[in-house]
């Protein structure tokens, strides 16, 4: 087989594949074998009709074309693996010649593909990247707002006859209104005024009312077929309550948590208070460095997959193509789709795999926010073949981990920060990759197996290649 490649533009290239008959040949043999076994020619036993009466009863061309659908998404595949470049869609293809149809065997198979590929660019050295973090400083304040989160477990609600406030509980009925038309409405919702995670300008409509009063205020909805729409919302209170805190003494101390006087309660807090603004650093110090990494490199984002993903999300809110929420979306799905394509560059350079734990753990935590058994969800994944999505997406937010360990992360006060309880290290990879080796084998031995010193190595390599699994479905799937 020979290709060739012409570079359409950045994002778009022109194969161009000319397959001789001898490399077709197999094809065309298997496909006499497969149509013989389905044609019933008198004379000749079902699956032993020879290929010269099948030429004369069905056709040479449809034999060539049986050998042509079966063998040419491999042939293309070889020639775009050849081509160095990866595939960001389905391929446009045109055969444009065929092994000869009539006269003596010969000729060759000819066609092009037009498919739109990743953009190439070279990613900075790691090494040389430089992170800023600000400092883990605890202070009194700190402790007290851990002291009044953890108090606040403990509280209780009360009914109040006075005006709303900020930090009330209130059970509120809501009816949405669209052009004196009713559009949607709850009732008996138990909201805490200041959260913020309902509706815009719900806060400022529930502070100053009283029970069974109502306010009505213009607001964007959050969710349903109207979401992103402006409605007349009309908040009916039904209940005000307040919370009660419990004193802070050492009674408080005992009932609460492991600890005798309040002044050792007071600092495991702060140490809690600490980790949680550790793991606050960590989360910075990804962001900040994929800040760096899009600062870094420069590529003309695809618009055949901008549109792909703007089609997809507007399908999955109901709307026909075209709508103006197109627009609306376009810069936010133009820079996730770069994002995208940035880190599975990262993650490729990085040599990042996905385990099967790590990919179940990833489906246990989707089907919990969205409310699903996670045996259900897993079941509905794999039938609308979204689990390479899934796959690739743990790698992304994984390839930002793994890059952490090359770059050096500094805090504001110019302290080395150390991130491996959250991003790990390769010495503990590889000392998970000999622990889950050592399992394999003991288990191995347990079941009266002769484990070979390969079979060895490769248990030892699982913590690695075990996600190769998943990896490989998800190009095999492409």
């Given at each position: 087989m020979k290709s060739t490649v012409e570079n359409l533009d950045p994002a778009r290239i022109k194969l161009t594949v000319e397959v001789p008959y001898e490399e077709l040949e197999p094809s065309l043999d298997a496909a006499y074998k497969e149509i013989g076994s389905q044609v019933q020619i008198p004379g000749f036993r079902r699956g032993h009709v020879p290929p010269r009466v099948i030429d004369q009863r069905v056709g040479r061309a449809s034999v060539i074309q049986e050998a042509?659908?079966?063998?040419?998404?491999?042939?293309?595949?070889?020639?775009?693996?050849?081509?160095?470049?990866?595939?960001?869609?389905?391929?446009?293809?045109?055969?444009?010649?065929?092994?000869?149809?009539?006269?003596?065997?010969?000729?060759?198979?000819?066609?092009?593909?037009?498919?739109?590929?990743?953009?190439?660019?070279?990613?900075?050295?790691?090494?040389?990247?430089?992170?800023?973090?600000?400092?883990?400083?605890?202070?009194?304040?700190?402790?007290?707002?851990?002291?009044?989160?953890?108090?606040?477990?403990?509280?209780?609600?009360?009914?109040?006859?006075?005006a709303a406030k900020t930090g009330d509980f209130v059970t509120i009925d809501l009816k949405a209104v669209i052009d004196g038309e009713e559009v949607?409405?709850?009732?008996?919702?138990?909201?805490?005024?200041?959260?913020?995670?309902?509706?815009?300008?719900?806060?400022?409509?529930?502070?100053?009312?009283?029970?069974?009063?109502?306010?009505?205020?213009?607001?964007?909805?959050?969710?349903?077929?109207?979401?992103?729409?402006?409605?007349?919302?009309?908040?009916?209170?039904?209940?005000?309550?307040?919370?009660?805190?419990?004193?802070?003494?050492?009674?408080?101390?005992?009932?609460?948590?492991e600890f005798d006087t309040v002044e050792e309660l007071r600092e495991d807090l702060r140490a809690q208070a600490a980790e949680r603004k550790t793991g606050d650093q960590a989360i910075a110090a990804r962001d900040a460095l994929l800040e760096q990494l899009r600062d870094a490199v420069s590529f003309d984002v695809p618009e055949s997959v901008v549109?792909?993903?703007?089609?997809?999300?507007?399908?999955?809110?109901?709307?026909?193509?075209?709508?103006?929420?197109?627009?609306?979306?376009?810069?936010?799905?133009?820079?996730?789709?770069?994002?995208?394509?940035?880190?599975?560059?990262?993650?490729?350079?990085?040599?990042?795999?996905?385990?099967?734990?790590e990919l179940l753990e990833f489906l246990m935590q989707t089907a919990q926010q969205y409310g699903m058994e996670p045996a259900q969800f897993m079941q509905g994944a794999q039938q609308a073949g979204q689990i390479p999505a899934f796959v690739s997406e743990i790698a992304r937010n994984k390839s930002l981990a793994m890059a952490l360990r090359h770059v050096t992360v500094k805090d504001s006060n110019g302290e080395a920060v150390d991130l491996t309880e959250f991003i790990g290290s390769d010495e503990l990879d590889a000392e998970a990759a000999a622990e889950a080796g050592a399992a394999a084998a003991a288990q191995a031995a347990e079941d009266e197996v002769v484990v070979s010193p390969a079979d060895a190595d490769e248990a030892a390599d699982s913590g690695s290649s075990a996600s190769s699994a998943s990896a490989d479905s998800a190009d095999d799937a492409e």
């Open positions: 042509v659908n079966n063998k040419l998404p491999d042939f293309y595949r070889d020639a775009l693996n050849d081509s160095g470049r990866v595939p960001l869609g389905q391929p446009d293809i045109e055969v444009t010649e065929l092994v000869n149809v009539t006269g003596p065997q010969g000729g060759q198979l000819a066609f092009t593909a037009e498919v739109t590929v990743r953009p190439e660019f070279e990613l900075p050295e790691l090494g040389g990247i430089d992170v800023t973090v600000d400092a883990v400083e605890i202070t009194d304040a700190d402790v007290d707002t851990e002291l009044d989160n953890l108090r606040a477990r403990f509280g209780s609600l009360k009914s109040v006859k006075r949607d409405s709850v009732s008996g919702v138990s909201y805490e005024i200041g959260k913020g995670n309902m509706l815009e300008g719900l806060d400022d409509a529930l502070v100053g009312l009283k029970a069974d009063g109502s306010t009505t205020f213009t607001t964007k909805l959050a969710g349903g077929e109207h979401a992103g729409e402006e409605a007349e919302v009309t908040v009916t209170a039904t209940a005000i309550k307040e919370r009660e805190l419990p004193e802070v003494d050492d009674e408080f101390a005992q009932m609460a948590s549109e792909d993903e703007i089609k997809q999300h507007l399908q999955a809110e109901g709307k026909p193509e075209g709508d103006p929420h197109a627009d609306e979306i376009r810069d936010d799905v133009t820079s996730g789709v770069r994002d995208q394509i940035l880190l599975d560059v990262l993650a490729e350079s990085l040599d990042v795999s996905v385990t099967q734990d």
